[in-house]
Protein backbone atom coordinates (compact mmCIF):
# COMPACT_ATOMS: atom_id res chain seq x y z
CA UNK A 1 0.00 0.00 0.00
CA UNK A 2 1.50 3.45 -1.03
CA UNK A 3 1.66 5.95 2.06
CA UNK A 4 2.40 9.45 0.79
CA UNK A 5 4.09 11.39 3.98
CA UNK A 6 4.50 14.87 4.15
CA UNK A 7 8.06 16.25 4.33
CA UNK A 8 7.06 18.77 6.99
CA UNK A 9 7.83 16.23 10.32
CA UNK A 10 9.90 12.84 10.69
CA UNK A 11 8.02 10.07 10.84
CA UNK A 12 9.16 6.35 10.81
CA UNK A 13 6.51 4.15 10.30
CA UNK A 14 6.69 0.33 10.73
CA UNK A 15 5.60 -3.05 8.34
CA UNK A 16 5.85 -2.88 4.78
CA UNK A 17 3.91 -0.08 3.42
CA UNK A 18 5.33 1.50 0.57
CA UNK A 19 5.91 5.24 2.54
CA UNK A 20 6.78 8.01 -0.04
CA UNK A 21 8.08 11.40 1.06
CA UNK A 22 6.05 14.22 -0.94
CA UNK A 23 6.55 17.96 -0.92
CA UNK A 24 3.67 19.62 0.48
CA UNK A 25 3.98 22.72 -1.77
CA UNK A 26 3.51 21.00 -4.63
CA UNK A 27 1.28 18.44 -6.94
CA UNK A 28 1.98 15.23 -6.39
CA UNK A 29 4.21 13.64 -8.94
CA UNK A 30 2.49 11.47 -11.98
CA UNK A 31 4.61 8.40 -10.67
CA UNK A 32 2.86 8.26 -6.91
CA UNK A 33 -0.74 9.33 -7.86
CA UNK A 34 -1.53 5.29 -7.29
CA UNK A 35 -1.36 6.11 -3.56
CA UNK A 36 -3.71 4.82 -1.47
CA UNK A 37 -3.26 6.82 2.06
CA UNK A 38 -2.29 10.48 1.84
CA UNK A 39 -0.92 11.85 5.07
CA UNK A 40 -0.77 15.75 5.70
CA UNK A 41 0.78 18.00 7.81
CA UNK A 42 1.31 21.59 7.28
CA UNK A 43 -0.23 21.49 3.58
CA UNK A 44 -1.33 24.69 1.47
CA UNK A 45 -5.45 24.68 0.62
CA UNK A 46 -3.96 24.43 -3.07
CA UNK A 47 -1.73 21.50 -2.72
CA UNK A 48 -4.82 19.35 -0.80
CA UNK A 49 -7.41 21.00 -3.81
CA UNK A 50 -4.89 19.77 -6.38
CA UNK A 51 -4.60 15.98 -4.81
CA UNK A 52 -7.79 15.59 -4.13
CA UNK A 53 -8.00 15.63 -7.83
CA UNK A 54 -5.16 13.83 -8.64
CA UNK A 55 -5.51 10.27 -6.54
CA UNK A 56 -8.31 8.67 -7.82
CA UNK A 57 -6.93 5.28 -5.86
CA UNK A 58 -7.07 7.08 -2.39
CA UNK A 59 -8.62 5.34 0.15
CA UNK A 60 -7.48 7.29 3.39
CA UNK A 61 -6.88 10.79 4.12
CA UNK A 62 -4.65 10.71 7.49
CA UNK A 63 -4.41 14.15 8.81
CA UNK A 64 -2.01 15.23 11.94
CA UNK A 65 -4.13 18.31 12.63
CA UNK A 66 -6.27 17.86 15.49
CA UNK A 67 -8.72 19.43 13.04
CA UNK A 68 -9.48 18.00 9.83
CA UNK A 69 -11.79 21.03 8.20
CA UNK A 70 -8.89 22.00 5.99
CA UNK A 71 -8.61 18.62 4.57
CA UNK A 72 -13.13 18.34 4.81
CA UNK A 73 -12.84 21.29 2.65
CA UNK A 74 -10.49 20.39 -0.29
CA UNK A 75 -13.08 18.47 -2.42
CA UNK A 76 -11.82 15.00 -1.67
CA UNK A 77 -14.33 12.00 -2.35
CA UNK A 78 -16.85 12.23 -0.02
CA UNK A 79 -16.70 8.12 0.02
CA UNK A 80 -12.74 8.75 1.38
CA UNK A 81 -12.78 8.20 5.32
CA UNK A 82 -10.85 11.13 6.38
CA UNK A 83 -9.19 11.00 9.88
CA UNK A 84 -7.54 13.65 12.10
CA UNK A 85 -4.73 14.21 14.36
CA UNK A 86 -6.89 15.14 16.85
CA UNK A 87 -5.14 13.27 20.05
CA UNK A 88 -1.95 13.77 18.83
CA UNK A 89 -2.18 17.26 19.94
CA UNK A 90 -3.71 16.81 23.61
CA UNK A 91 0.09 17.35 25.78
CA UNK A 92 0.81 20.11 23.75
CA UNK A 93 -2.05 22.10 23.17
CA UNK A 94 -2.92 21.46 26.90
CA UNK A 95 1.26 22.57 27.69
CA UNK A 96 0.30 26.01 25.43
CA UNK A 97 -3.08 26.40 27.08
CA UNK A 98 -1.53 26.28 30.60
CA UNK A 99 1.30 29.20 29.39
CA UNK A 100 -0.97 31.19 27.71
CA UNK A 101 -3.11 31.20 31.09
CA UNK A 102 0.13 32.18 33.11
CA UNK A 103 0.94 34.44 30.77
CA UNK A 104 -2.58 36.44 30.93
CA UNK A 105 -2.44 36.26 34.79
CA UNK A 106 1.38 37.01 35.52
CA UNK A 107 1.05 39.47 32.41
CA UNK A 108 4.19 38.48 31.28
CA UNK A 109 3.30 40.43 28.39
CA UNK A 110 2.96 43.52 29.98
CA UNK A 111 6.18 43.26 31.35
CA UNK A 112 8.25 42.73 28.52
CA UNK A 113 6.96 45.80 27.04
CA UNK A 114 8.33 46.79 30.46
CA UNK A 115 11.61 45.20 29.77
CA UNK A 116 12.13 46.84 26.24
CA UNK A 117 11.82 50.35 27.76
CA UNK A 118 14.32 49.29 30.29
CA UNK A 119 11.80 50.34 33.13
CA UNK A 120 11.05 48.53 36.28
CA UNK A 121 7.51 48.45 36.05
CA UNK A 122 6.58 49.75 39.85
CA UNK A 123 2.86 50.29 38.50
CA UNK A 124 2.55 46.71 37.79
CA UNK A 125 4.28 45.88 41.55
CA UNK A 126 1.53 48.06 43.16
CA UNK A 127 -1.11 46.58 41.11
CA UNK A 128 -0.45 43.09 41.90
CA UNK A 129 -0.07 42.97 45.34
CA UNK A 130 -2.99 45.77 46.00
CA UNK A 131 -5.69 44.39 48.16
CA UNK A 132 -7.70 44.95 45.90
CA UNK A 133 -6.79 43.03 43.38
CA UNK A 134 -6.53 40.09 45.78
CA UNK A 135 -6.87 37.10 43.18
CA UNK A 136 -6.49 38.83 40.10
CA UNK A 137 -2.69 37.74 39.32
CA UNK A 138 -2.58 34.00 40.64
CA UNK A 139 -4.57 30.98 39.63
CA UNK A 140 -4.67 30.60 43.12
CA UNK A 141 -8.63 30.66 44.57
CA UNK A 142 -9.27 31.64 40.92
CA UNK A 143 -12.40 30.19 38.66
CA UNK A 144 -11.47 29.10 35.27
CA UNK A 145 -13.75 27.87 32.99
CA UNK A 146 -13.00 25.51 30.13
CA UNK A 147 -15.26 25.45 26.91
CA UNK A 148 -15.10 22.34 25.07
CA UNK A 149 -14.54 19.63 27.36
CA UNK A 150 -12.63 16.79 25.74
CA UNK A 151 -9.00 14.91 26.09
CA UNK A 152 -7.39 18.51 25.90
CA UNK A 153 -9.16 19.61 28.94
CA UNK A 154 -8.63 16.62 30.64
CA UNK A 155 -5.22 17.44 30.79
CA UNK A 156 -5.38 20.68 31.32
CA UNK A 157 -7.56 20.98 34.14
CA UNK A 158 -5.59 18.83 37.15
CA UNK A 159 -2.78 20.98 36.08
CA UNK A 160 -5.03 23.91 36.93
CA UNK A 161 -6.33 22.80 39.58
CA UNK A 162 -2.80 22.01 41.05
CA UNK A 163 -2.12 25.76 41.38
CA UNK A 164 -5.20 26.08 42.86
CA UNK A 165 -7.66 27.34 40.26
CA UNK A 166 -11.47 25.67 40.95
CA UNK A 167 -12.16 24.02 37.27
CA UNK A 168 -15.49 24.10 35.66
CA UNK A 169 -16.38 22.56 32.00
CA UNK A 170 -18.61 23.62 29.72
CA UNK A 171 -19.54 21.38 26.93
CA UNK A 172 -22.45 20.27 24.88
CA UNK A 173 -23.93 17.59 27.80
CA UNK A 174 -23.19 18.35 31.41
CA UNK A 175 -21.54 15.77 33.69
CA UNK A 176 -18.61 15.23 35.79
CA UNK A 177 -15.55 14.51 33.44
CA UNK A 178 -12.13 13.56 34.63
CA UNK A 179 -13.32 15.04 38.52
CA UNK A 180 -14.48 18.23 36.66
CA UNK A 181 -18.24 19.55 36.87
CA UNK A 182 -19.57 20.19 33.00
CA UNK A 183 -22.17 22.04 32.59
CA UNK A 184 -24.08 22.54 29.26
CA UNK A 185 -24.19 24.84 27.50
CA UNK A 186 -27.48 25.91 27.59
CA UNK A 187 -26.39 26.99 31.48
CA UNK A 188 -22.90 28.50 30.36
CA UNK A 189 -24.16 31.87 31.98
CA UNK A 190 -24.55 31.10 35.24
CA UNK A 191 -20.90 29.93 35.32
CA UNK A 192 -19.25 32.60 32.77
CA UNK A 193 -20.60 35.30 35.31
CA UNK A 194 -18.39 33.89 38.29
CA UNK A 195 -15.55 32.90 36.02
CA UNK A 196 -11.54 34.68 36.10
CA UNK A 197 -10.24 33.08 33.04
CA UNK A 198 -12.08 31.15 30.32
CA UNK A 199 -10.45 28.85 28.03
CA UNK A 200 -12.08 27.51 24.88
CA UNK A 201 -10.84 24.26 23.29
CA UNK A 202 -13.80 23.76 21.04
CA UNK A 203 -13.47 23.39 16.93
CA UNK A 204 -14.43 24.82 14.32
CA UNK A 205 -18.33 23.44 13.37
CA UNK A 206 -20.78 25.51 11.62
CA UNK A 207 -22.77 25.38 15.43
CA UNK A 208 -19.71 26.56 17.08
CA UNK A 209 -19.31 29.84 14.57
CA UNK A 210 -18.58 33.19 16.41
CA UNK A 211 -20.14 31.18 19.42
CA UNK A 212 -17.49 34.08 21.24
CA UNK A 213 -19.43 36.66 20.46
CA UNK A 214 -20.49 40.05 22.39
CA UNK A 215 -23.14 37.50 24.17
CA UNK A 216 -20.55 35.72 25.38
CA UNK A 217 -17.89 38.25 26.72
CA UNK A 218 -20.95 40.17 28.40
CA UNK A 219 -21.47 37.38 30.29
CA UNK A 220 -18.28 36.86 31.72
CA UNK A 221 -17.21 38.44 35.07
CA UNK A 222 -16.04 41.72 34.64
CA UNK A 223 -12.09 42.19 33.85
CA UNK A 224 -12.21 38.10 33.18
CA UNK A 225 -9.09 36.53 30.62
CA UNK A 226 -9.84 34.99 27.73
CA UNK A 227 -7.65 32.01 26.14
CA UNK A 228 -8.07 30.51 22.93
CA UNK A 229 -6.67 27.62 22.05
CA UNK A 230 -9.12 25.76 19.89
CA UNK A 231 -10.15 27.40 16.78
CA UNK A 232 -10.39 31.34 15.21
CA UNK A 233 -13.43 30.41 13.69
CA UNK A 234 -15.33 30.14 16.63
CA UNK A 235 -14.57 33.97 17.81
CA UNK A 236 -16.38 37.13 16.56
CA UNK A 237 -12.87 39.41 16.61
CA UNK A 238 -14.67 43.01 16.54
CA UNK A 239 -16.11 42.04 19.63
CA UNK A 240 -12.73 40.73 21.50
CA UNK A 241 -11.66 43.80 19.97
CA UNK A 242 -14.16 45.68 21.88
CA UNK A 243 -14.17 43.66 25.01
CA UNK A 244 -10.45 44.21 25.25
CA UNK A 245 -11.12 48.11 24.84
CA UNK A 246 -13.68 48.44 26.97
CA UNK A 247 -11.87 46.53 30.05
CA UNK A 248 -14.51 43.92 30.12
CA UNK A 249 -11.65 41.97 29.32
CA UNK A 250 -8.45 42.65 31.18
CA UNK A 251 -6.24 40.21 29.21
CA UNK A 252 -6.63 37.77 26.57
CA UNK A 253 -4.53 35.49 24.43
CA UNK A 254 -5.12 33.55 21.61
CA UNK A 255 -3.41 30.88 19.33
CA UNK A 256 -5.65 31.06 16.61
CA UNK A 257 -7.89 33.56 14.28
CA UNK A 258 -9.94 33.55 12.08
CA UNK A 259 -7.75 34.33 9.01
CA UNK A 260 -4.28 32.05 9.11
CA UNK A 261 -1.43 33.85 9.05
CA UNK A 262 -2.90 36.67 10.64
CA UNK A 263 -2.51 39.48 7.88
CA UNK A 264 -0.12 42.67 8.87
CA UNK A 265 -2.84 44.86 8.88
CA UNK A 266 -5.12 43.29 11.10
CA UNK A 267 -6.05 45.25 14.20
CA UNK A 268 -5.62 42.39 16.49
CA UNK A 269 -1.88 43.25 16.41
CA UNK A 270 -1.68 46.01 18.32
CA UNK A 271 -5.19 45.54 20.64
CA UNK A 272 -4.53 46.41 24.00
CA UNK A 273 -3.60 43.32 26.57
CA UNK A 274 -4.11 40.99 23.71
CA UNK A 275 -1.44 38.29 23.30
CA UNK A 276 -1.16 36.31 19.86
CA UNK A 277 0.79 33.47 18.94
CA UNK A 278 0.86 32.02 15.77
CA UNK A 279 -1.25 28.82 15.78
CA UNK A 280 2.15 26.71 17.81
CA UNK A 281 0.07 25.31 20.58
CA UNK A 282 0.06 22.07 18.71
CA UNK A 283 2.52 22.85 16.17
CA UNK A 284 4.38 19.15 17.03
CA UNK A 285 2.01 15.63 17.17
CA UNK A 286 2.83 13.82 19.29
CA UNK A 287 2.53 9.86 18.39
CA UNK A 288 2.29 10.44 14.80
CA UNK A 289 4.11 7.27 13.61
CA UNK A 290 1.99 5.14 15.52
CA UNK A 291 -1.28 6.87 14.28
CA UNK A 292 -0.70 6.20 10.94
CA UNK A 293 0.48 2.58 11.76
CA UNK A 294 -2.19 1.90 13.49
CA UNK A 295 -4.86 2.91 10.72
CA UNK A 296 -2.66 2.14 7.80
CA UNK A 297 -3.42 -1.42 9.84
CA UNK A 298 -6.88 -1.06 10.13
CA UNK A 299 -7.72 -0.11 7.21
CA UNK A 300 -6.43 -3.19 5.44
CA UNK A 301 -8.18 -5.50 8.35
CA UNK A 302 -11.59 -3.52 7.35
CA UNK A 303 -11.56 -2.73 10.92
CA UNK A 304 -13.23 1.06 12.24
CA UNK A 305 -10.27 3.80 11.75
CA UNK A 306 -8.91 5.90 14.79
CA UNK A 307 -10.14 9.17 14.77
CA UNK A 308 -12.39 9.17 11.77
CA UNK A 309 -14.53 12.47 10.96
CA UNK A 310 -15.89 11.37 7.41
CA UNK A 311 -17.67 10.17 5.82
CA UNK B 1 -4.69 42.38 72.30
CA UNK B 2 -4.13 45.23 70.10
CA UNK B 3 -2.93 44.36 67.06
CA UNK B 4 -1.98 46.50 64.16
CA UNK B 5 -2.27 45.66 60.54
CA UNK B 6 -0.89 47.19 57.11
CA UNK B 7 -3.21 48.91 54.93
CA UNK B 8 -1.20 47.37 51.97
CA UNK B 9 -3.07 44.17 52.07
CA UNK B 10 -6.91 42.73 53.07
CA UNK B 11 -6.34 40.56 56.09
CA UNK B 12 -9.54 39.29 57.84
CA UNK B 13 -8.70 38.25 61.70
CA UNK B 14 -10.48 35.48 63.64
CA UNK B 15 -11.33 35.79 67.51
CA UNK B 16 -11.65 38.82 69.55
CA UNK B 17 -8.43 40.60 68.60
CA UNK B 18 -8.72 44.20 68.57
CA UNK B 19 -7.08 44.47 64.79
CA UNK B 20 -6.63 48.54 63.75
CA UNK B 21 -5.51 49.11 60.53
CA UNK B 22 -2.32 51.41 60.01
CA UNK B 23 -0.61 53.62 56.79
CA UNK B 24 2.63 51.66 56.42
CA UNK B 25 4.55 55.28 55.11
CA UNK B 26 3.32 57.83 58.37
CA UNK B 27 4.47 57.00 61.93
CA UNK B 28 1.62 55.13 64.22
CA UNK B 29 -0.61 57.20 65.76
CA UNK B 30 -0.34 58.19 69.27
CA UNK B 31 -3.73 56.05 70.47
CA UNK B 32 -2.49 52.99 68.88
CA UNK B 33 1.30 53.40 70.73
CA UNK B 34 -0.28 50.67 72.84
CA UNK B 35 -0.17 47.93 70.69
CA UNK B 36 1.14 44.19 70.98
CA UNK B 37 1.67 43.27 68.13
CA UNK B 38 2.44 44.57 64.56
CA UNK B 39 1.94 42.93 61.40
CA UNK B 40 4.37 44.60 58.39
CA UNK B 41 3.99 44.33 54.78
CA UNK B 42 5.44 46.33 52.04
CA UNK B 43 6.28 48.64 55.03
CA UNK B 44 9.78 51.38 54.23
CA UNK B 45 12.84 51.42 56.61
CA UNK B 46 11.83 54.86 57.89
CA UNK B 47 8.48 53.66 58.87
CA UNK B 48 9.97 50.45 60.79
CA UNK B 49 12.44 52.17 62.37
CA UNK B 50 10.12 55.01 63.86
CA UNK B 51 7.76 52.33 64.71
CA UNK B 52 10.53 50.16 66.31
CA UNK B 53 10.68 53.46 69.08
CA UNK B 54 7.51 53.80 69.66
CA UNK B 55 5.90 50.82 70.48
CA UNK B 56 6.83 50.06 73.85
CA UNK B 57 4.56 46.97 74.41
CA UNK B 58 4.98 45.27 71.54
CA UNK B 59 5.47 41.72 72.10
CA UNK B 60 5.20 40.30 68.16
CA UNK B 61 6.73 41.72 64.85
CA UNK B 62 4.95 39.59 62.17
CA UNK B 63 5.97 40.50 58.50
CA UNK B 64 4.49 38.71 55.86
CA UNK B 65 7.40 38.88 53.34
CA UNK B 66 9.47 35.60 52.87
CA UNK B 67 12.33 37.20 54.67
CA UNK B 68 12.59 39.01 57.82
CA UNK B 69 16.36 41.16 56.80
CA UNK B 70 14.18 44.68 56.39
CA UNK B 71 12.07 44.08 59.78
CA UNK B 72 15.65 42.94 61.94
CA UNK B 73 17.56 45.62 60.78
CA UNK B 74 14.76 48.47 62.04
CA UNK B 75 15.96 48.50 65.58
CA UNK B 76 13.29 46.95 67.34
CA UNK B 77 14.25 45.53 70.95
CA UNK B 78 16.06 42.26 70.45
CA UNK B 79 13.97 40.30 73.15
CA UNK B 80 10.48 40.64 70.79
CA UNK B 81 9.92 37.86 68.37
CA UNK B 82 9.72 38.37 65.24
CA UNK B 83 8.21 36.10 62.25
CA UNK B 84 8.46 35.97 58.88
CA UNK B 85 5.67 35.33 56.32
CA UNK B 86 7.82 32.54 54.94
CA UNK B 87 5.54 29.77 54.26
CA UNK B 88 2.81 32.57 52.30
CA UNK B 89 4.71 32.53 49.26
CA UNK B 90 5.42 28.93 47.68
CA UNK B 91 2.22 28.82 46.04
CA UNK B 92 2.82 32.30 44.48
CA UNK B 93 6.89 31.69 43.62
CA UNK B 94 6.06 28.09 42.42
CA UNK B 95 3.37 29.82 40.12
CA UNK B 96 5.49 32.59 38.86
CA UNK B 97 8.71 30.04 37.98
CA UNK B 98 6.15 27.69 36.04
CA UNK B 99 5.09 30.70 34.32
CA UNK B 100 8.27 31.99 33.55
CA UNK B 101 9.41 28.30 32.69
CA UNK B 102 6.67 27.88 30.05
CA UNK B 103 7.22 31.30 28.89
CA UNK B 104 10.86 30.13 28.08
CA UNK B 105 10.21 27.16 26.49
CA UNK B 106 7.73 28.17 24.51
CA UNK B 107 9.32 31.35 23.60
CA UNK B 108 6.29 34.23 24.06
CA UNK B 109 8.84 36.65 24.72
CA UNK B 110 10.16 36.23 21.24
CA UNK B 111 6.57 36.09 19.88
CA UNK B 112 5.28 39.48 21.79
CA UNK B 113 8.35 40.93 19.49
CA UNK B 114 6.81 39.79 16.26
CA UNK B 115 3.26 40.55 17.21
CA UNK B 116 4.48 43.83 17.63
CA UNK B 117 6.00 44.14 14.03
CA UNK B 118 2.75 42.91 12.94
CA UNK B 119 4.39 39.44 11.89
CA UNK B 120 3.32 36.00 11.96
CA UNK B 121 6.68 34.34 13.15
CA UNK B 122 7.43 31.60 10.00
CA UNK B 123 10.55 30.92 11.20
CA UNK B 124 9.46 30.55 14.93
CA UNK B 125 6.45 27.80 13.17
CA UNK B 126 9.24 26.00 11.04
CA UNK B 127 12.06 25.76 13.75
CA UNK B 128 9.32 24.38 16.20
CA UNK B 129 8.29 21.51 14.30
CA UNK B 130 11.18 20.82 12.47
CA UNK B 131 12.54 16.81 12.99
CA UNK B 132 15.60 17.92 14.38
CA UNK B 133 14.19 20.53 17.60
CA UNK B 134 12.34 17.67 18.68
CA UNK B 135 11.99 18.36 22.66
CA UNK B 136 13.17 22.05 22.44
CA UNK B 137 9.81 23.30 22.42
CA UNK B 138 7.75 21.61 25.37
CA UNK B 139 8.14 20.38 28.63
CA UNK B 140 7.10 16.15 27.72
CA UNK B 141 10.14 14.73 28.03
CA UNK B 142 12.63 17.37 28.83
CA UNK B 143 14.53 17.21 32.08
CA UNK B 144 14.52 19.59 35.04
CA UNK B 145 16.67 20.56 37.49
CA UNK B 146 15.41 22.30 40.33
CA UNK B 147 18.18 24.10 42.46
CA UNK B 148 17.21 24.34 46.16
CA UNK B 149 14.96 21.82 47.49
CA UNK B 150 12.85 23.42 49.54
CA UNK B 151 9.04 23.96 50.52
CA UNK B 152 8.57 26.08 46.71
CA UNK B 153 10.16 23.15 45.09
CA UNK B 154 7.88 20.75 46.36
CA UNK B 155 5.36 22.55 44.78
CA UNK B 156 6.89 22.98 41.71
CA UNK B 157 8.03 19.71 40.81
CA UNK B 158 4.36 18.02 40.90
CA UNK B 159 3.05 20.45 38.25
CA UNK B 160 6.67 19.74 35.87
CA UNK B 161 5.80 16.26 36.07
CA UNK B 162 2.10 16.22 34.90
CA UNK B 163 3.48 17.98 31.81
CA UNK B 164 6.01 15.19 31.25
CA UNK B 165 8.98 16.47 32.70
CA UNK B 166 11.79 14.58 34.05
CA UNK B 167 12.39 16.81 37.20
CA UNK B 168 15.42 16.36 39.49
CA UNK B 169 17.14 18.46 42.94
CA UNK B 170 20.19 19.60 43.29
CA UNK B 171 20.75 20.79 47.24
CA UNK B 172 22.96 21.11 50.17
CA UNK B 173 22.02 16.99 50.96
CA UNK B 174 21.43 14.32 48.75
CA UNK B 175 18.07 12.36 49.13
CA UNK B 176 14.48 11.60 47.80
CA UNK B 177 12.28 14.67 48.45
CA UNK B 178 8.36 14.80 47.16
CA UNK B 179 9.23 11.67 45.36
CA UNK B 180 11.94 13.80 43.79
CA UNK B 181 15.47 12.39 42.97
CA UNK B 182 17.95 15.25 44.87
CA UNK B 183 21.84 15.27 44.59
CA UNK B 184 24.41 16.71 46.41
CA UNK B 185 25.81 20.35 44.87
CA UNK B 186 28.89 18.18 44.87
CA UNK B 187 27.53 16.11 42.46
CA UNK B 188 25.50 18.85 40.41
CA UNK B 189 27.83 18.53 37.42
CA UNK B 190 26.61 14.99 36.03
CA UNK B 191 22.94 16.41 36.63
CA UNK B 192 23.65 19.84 34.69
CA UNK B 193 25.12 18.21 31.94
CA UNK B 194 21.92 16.38 30.89
CA UNK B 195 19.63 19.43 32.02
CA UNK B 196 17.45 21.06 29.54
CA UNK B 197 15.92 23.85 32.18
CA UNK B 198 17.96 24.87 35.25
CA UNK B 199 15.68 26.59 37.73
CA UNK B 200 17.05 28.08 40.57
CA UNK B 201 15.04 28.66 44.19
CA UNK B 202 18.06 28.88 46.30
CA UNK B 203 18.82 31.83 48.85
CA UNK B 204 20.79 34.79 49.39
CA UNK B 205 23.69 33.12 51.75
CA UNK B 206 27.30 33.81 51.74
CA UNK B 207 28.15 30.85 50.63
CA UNK B 208 25.61 31.09 47.66
CA UNK B 209 26.98 34.35 46.44
CA UNK B 210 27.62 33.90 42.47
CA UNK B 211 27.02 30.51 42.49
CA UNK B 212 25.91 30.25 39.11
CA UNK B 213 28.50 31.62 37.18
CA UNK B 214 30.87 30.31 34.57
CA UNK B 215 31.52 27.27 35.54
CA UNK B 216 27.95 26.32 36.45
CA UNK B 217 26.76 27.63 32.96
CA UNK B 218 29.67 26.05 31.57
CA UNK B 219 28.57 22.32 33.02
CA UNK B 220 25.12 23.02 31.36
CA UNK B 221 23.84 20.71 28.73
CA UNK B 222 24.12 23.06 25.69
CA UNK B 223 21.51 24.83 24.62
CA UNK B 224 19.70 24.94 28.35
CA UNK B 225 17.03 27.19 29.99
CA UNK B 226 17.94 28.93 32.90
CA UNK B 227 15.32 30.42 35.55
CA UNK B 228 15.86 32.57 38.59
CA UNK B 229 13.18 32.92 41.04
CA UNK B 230 15.47 32.82 43.83
CA UNK B 231 18.16 36.01 44.93
CA UNK B 232 20.11 37.68 42.38
CA UNK B 233 22.96 37.62 44.43
CA UNK B 234 23.90 34.14 43.14
CA UNK B 235 23.86 34.56 39.65
CA UNK B 236 27.45 36.05 38.19
CA UNK B 237 25.30 38.33 35.97
CA UNK B 238 28.69 38.87 33.34
CA UNK B 239 28.40 35.39 32.84
CA UNK B 240 24.56 35.08 31.91
CA UNK B 241 25.17 37.74 29.76
CA UNK B 242 28.27 36.15 27.73
CA UNK B 243 26.27 32.41 28.07
CA UNK B 244 22.87 34.24 26.18
CA UNK B 245 25.00 35.57 24.04
CA UNK B 246 26.99 32.66 22.98
CA UNK B 247 23.93 30.16 22.93
CA UNK B 248 25.52 28.25 25.29
CA UNK B 249 21.66 29.35 27.20
CA UNK B 250 19.20 28.94 24.40
CA UNK B 251 17.40 31.47 26.60
CA UNK B 252 16.44 32.52 30.38
CA UNK B 253 13.74 34.17 32.58
CA UNK B 254 15.05 35.95 35.84
CA UNK B 255 12.63 37.69 37.92
CA UNK B 256 15.75 38.63 40.91
CA UNK B 257 18.68 41.02 39.90
CA UNK B 258 21.77 41.70 41.95
CA UNK B 259 20.46 45.43 42.48
CA UNK B 260 16.80 45.91 42.62
CA UNK B 261 14.98 48.15 40.81
CA UNK B 262 17.28 46.85 37.76
CA UNK B 263 18.91 49.96 36.51
CA UNK B 264 17.89 51.53 33.33
CA UNK B 265 21.53 51.39 31.88
CA UNK B 266 21.62 47.85 33.03
CA UNK B 267 22.51 45.46 30.21
CA UNK B 268 20.22 42.61 31.35
CA UNK B 269 17.60 44.57 29.85
CA UNK B 270 18.61 44.31 26.32
CA UNK B 271 19.97 40.97 26.58
CA UNK B 272 18.89 38.27 23.72
CA UNK B 273 17.03 35.87 24.97
CA UNK B 274 16.50 36.93 28.16
CA UNK B 275 13.13 37.97 30.16
CA UNK B 276 13.18 39.97 32.94
CA UNK B 277 10.19 40.41 35.88
CA UNK B 278 10.32 42.95 38.46
CA UNK B 279 10.70 40.49 41.82
CA UNK B 280 6.68 40.15 41.50
CA UNK B 281 7.03 35.92 41.95
CA UNK B 282 5.98 36.20 45.39
CA UNK B 283 4.23 39.72 45.82
CA UNK B 284 1.13 38.28 47.40
CA UNK B 285 1.37 36.60 50.58
CA UNK B 286 -1.81 33.61 50.51
CA UNK B 287 -3.10 32.73 53.90
CA UNK B 288 -1.57 35.69 55.75
CA UNK B 289 -4.72 35.76 58.11
CA UNK B 290 -4.39 32.38 58.86
CA UNK B 291 -0.48 32.93 59.65
CA UNK B 292 -1.49 36.30 62.27
CA UNK B 293 -4.50 34.78 63.73
CA UNK B 294 -2.31 30.97 64.38
CA UNK B 295 0.69 33.12 66.12
CA UNK B 296 -1.64 35.94 68.00
CA UNK B 297 -3.52 32.65 69.52
CA UNK B 298 0.15 31.08 70.10
CA UNK B 299 1.63 34.02 71.66
CA UNK B 300 -1.49 34.55 74.04
CA UNK B 301 -1.21 30.51 74.79
CA UNK B 302 2.25 31.14 75.58
CA UNK B 303 3.44 28.26 73.05
CA UNK B 304 6.08 28.59 70.06
CA UNK B 305 5.29 31.07 67.59
CA UNK B 306 5.23 29.93 63.94
CA UNK B 307 8.13 31.34 61.57
CA UNK B 308 10.08 32.87 64.24
CA UNK B 309 13.08 34.07 63.27
CA UNK B 310 14.29 35.99 66.18
CA UNK B 311 14.81 36.09 69.05
Known amino acids: MKILIPDTIALHLQGDADAVVYDVTAEIPPEHRDAEVLVTWHNSREQLESAARSLPGLRLVQSLASGADVVLAAGFDQTVPVCSGRSLHDGPVAEHALALILSGI ?14 WDEDFIAAQSAPETQGLYTLAGSRVAIWGFGSIASRLAPMLQLLGADVRGIARSAGSRSGVEVVAEADAAGVLAETDVLVSLIPATPATADLFDRTVFGMLKPGAVFVNVGRGATVDEDALLDALASGGLRAAAIDVMKKEPLGADSPLWAAPNLVITPHVAGNRPVGGSELIDANVARLAAGEELVNQVRP
Open 106 to 119: RRLDRLHDAQQQNR
